[in-house]
Each structure stands twice: as C-alpha cells, then as structure tokens.
C-alpha cells in the first residue's frame, strides 16, 4: 500500500532550536518525495523536493530509503517557520503524477 | 504569471443536490488535479486530468466526476450530495512532467453541505 506518515500532529518548539519533522512512507516503487507548506492564511505551496537536494529557507531533507524515512530538519527555527507541514509522496505510473500526502504537522515556534 | 484560481470559494449546499466547481491552472499548464481536504482524512487525491482525458483516479465513489477543457480549465462535480462531502477542495496545476512535477495549488473552494 501507498501511505505517508507523520506520526506528530503538532511539534511546538522555542525559537532558536532545532527542528525535525518526521515523515515515514510506504511505496514498493522508487519514490519521489516532497516537502509542502501552508502558512496561515496561504496556500499550500512546495517548500522542497528530495531530486533538488536542496536547502530552502533553511530547511533540509534527506531521503533514507533504508527506514523509507523523508524526515525535514531546521538548525534553528524562526516564529515565522511557523506553519503547517505535509509530507508527500509522488506516485502514478508513466509520465503521469498524484501525490500521496501525509496528515500533516503543524510547527509552532515560540518566541 | 497568475496563480491557480478557484471558483467559487464558498459554497453551502443541501444534502441530494449536485454542486460544480472550477479551476483554471497557471498558464501553460496542461495537467490538473483535485484534492479533497477534511480534518478527518486530510488531504485525499480525486483525480488528475491532462488534455482533457482524466488518467489519474483515488478512491472516491463515482458521485465525483471531473473534466477538463481544451484550455486546460477544470470542473468537478458532485452529484447527490451527502454531509461527509463537506471538504476543501483543492485544485493544483503542474506543467505535466509526471511524478516529478512540482504541483501549484489554488486556494481551495469550501463545500458546505446541510
């Protein structure tokens, strides 16, 4: 079965700390992973994909395919990091496309 | 470039009706999808369209059908109506490479049914 998880609903963290966001998925294909972010008030929009391996507003993540893990990490959170972070995975067959999306983590980042 | 937009953004509908909602896509995007989001489940595929052909279906029962233009708009449909379709719906378009894509969402139309 296609499953994405996020085992936190919410992650509340004091600004300056790290941050780790966890994604676990489960996809018998190679999978296409990514990271999408809706802060209040916006729409949901794509914060960063694991084919980039890129660093976007500071953030990371690496895929381990050995524990099929897609976890997104910060060095230090910012209040304005502050948002609701959904993990998602990119199936389909051919040159088609869907993603499977995780439930979602809500960040809080404390002053 | 515009960003996807959703028409209309509220919707209150009775239980048994049908209601019809739309997306236009980024320009020069070929491929859009349909999400439904609810506390419950989350965000759930609906199904994808390119080129006005739908090659992309999840698991909703047939009262949810879609289709797409021949420039690239999108409408879904859902007939009959029940309280559990009451969601966010979102559109999201993409330039159609695939699993690769990155996909732009619209900022949903929210269904309310009594």
């Known amino acids: 079965a296609q499953r994405v998880t996020q085992p936190e609903k919410l992650l509340s963290v004091f600004k300056g700390a790290p941050v780790e966001l966890k994604c676990n998925y489960s996809?018998?294909?190679?999978?296409?992973l990514f990271w999408y972010v809706q802060y209040s008030r916006q729409r949901l929009q794509l914060l960063l994909r694991?084919?980039s391996r890129e660093s976007i507003k500071g953030f990371t993540a690496d895929l381990n395919k050995g524990e099929t893990s897609f976890h997104l990490k910060k060095p230090f959170a910012q209040e304005e990091d502050s948002a609701m972070y959904y993990c998602?995975?990119?199936?389909?067959?051919?040159?088609?496309?869907?993603?499977?999306f995780g439930q979602g983590t809500t960040l809080q980042v404390k002053p | 470039k515009a960003g996807v937009t959703q028409t209309p953004r509220y919707l209150i509908k009775t239980r048994g009706q049908q209601v019809t909602l739309s997306c236009s896509p980024i320009?020069?995007?070929?491929?859009v999808s349909w999400y439904q989001q609810t506390p419950g489940q989350g965000l759930q595929f609906l199904f994808e369209?390119?080129?006005?052909?739908?090659?992309n279906k999840g698991n909703f029962p047939g009262r949810f059908s879609g289709r797409q233009f021949s420039n690239s708009r999108s409408e879904m449909n859902v007939s009959t109506l029940e309280l559990g379709d009451s969601a966010l719906y979102l559109c999201?378009?993409?330039?159609?490479?695939?699993?690769?894509?990155?996909?732009?969402f619209g900022p949903g139309t929210r269904l309310t049914v009594l």
């Open positions: 999201a378009s993409s330039s159609a490479r695939g699993r690769l894509d990155t996909q732009y």
């Open positions: 998602a995975l990119s199936t389909g067959s051919g040159n088609t496309g869907k993603l499977i």
């Open positions: 320009s020069g995007h070929r491929s």
């Open positions: 996809y018998s294909g190679s999978p296409e």
């Open positions: 694991h084919i």
């Open positions: 369209y390119f080129s006005e052909t739908q090659r």
